[in-house]
């Protein structure tokens, strides 16, 4: 078994133990589900894709970074995830916003390595303000998604709104996806091309 095997099955034993985690007497059963149903489309469209377009390993480990943090919030909801409450004087728990940072920064992670790999575009300035394009143009459609869940189900999407009576809610969790995607860019860049050169 190569050192590539062991870190692929270790990722797939860590993504399914805390998913199992996650799903046993979660909060609130319909929030447990909005919450951890990108983390299923997401793992089926990665192993879809496995043999014929395998990413990066600094893209798989914030992938799966990304899910727990999208299984924690789905456990307790975004609301009462434990550590949270009162952060930093914060009236309200602010765990939906690590969730909205990851929503910018592994998604533009994502769009980076697609777009280098298959020559989508020339020049990288062009590319970073694509790749960020992309992941406000992700966060403003989740968001819809939100209230479109929100109106047909009423009471029961609180929950997964997590407003928590934020008016600016909706604004700042764009914003921080925003920012998570150009702190992606920016952290990440080197040691991802690093990587991109290896899998050619």
């Not at 004087?89 to 998604?107: A, L, T």
């Not at 700042?172 to 920016?186: R, T, V, Y």
Request: a negative charge; aromatic letters at 16%; hydrophobic letters at 50%.
């Amino acid at each position: 078994m190569t050192k590539i095997d062991i870190i692929k099955y270790l990722w797939i034993i860590i993504l399914i133990t805390v998913l199992i985690w996650s799903g046993i007497n979660p909060k609130d059963q319909f929030t447990w589900f909005l919450e951890v149903l990108p983390v299923f489309i997401g793992g089926g469209l990665m192993a879809f894709t496995y043999k014929n377009f395998p990413l990066t390993p600094i893209l798989y480990f914030f992938i799966l970074a990304h899910c727990i943090v999208l299984m924690i919030g789905g456990h307790f909801t975004y609301a009462e995830v434990p550590l949270f409450d009162n952060l930093f004087g914060s009236e309200r728990n602010n765990y939906d916003k690590v969730g909205h940072f990851f929503q910018g920064f592994v998604p533009a992670l994502l769009a980076r390595e697609i777009f280098i790999r298959k020559k989508v575009i020339n020049g990288h300035a062009w590319m970073n303000i694509l790749a960020v394009s992309v992941c406000l143009a992700f966060s403003a459609f989740y968001e819809l998604i939100e209230w479109g869940v929100a109106l047909a189900s009423g009471e029961d999407a609180e929950a997964f709104l997590g407003t928590q009576g934020y008016i600016w809610d909706t604004q700042s969790d764009m914003g921080l996806a925003l920012l998570g995607a150009i702190c992606s860019l920016i952290v990440l860049a080197k040691s991802h091309d690093k990587q991109l050169k290896n899998l050619k």
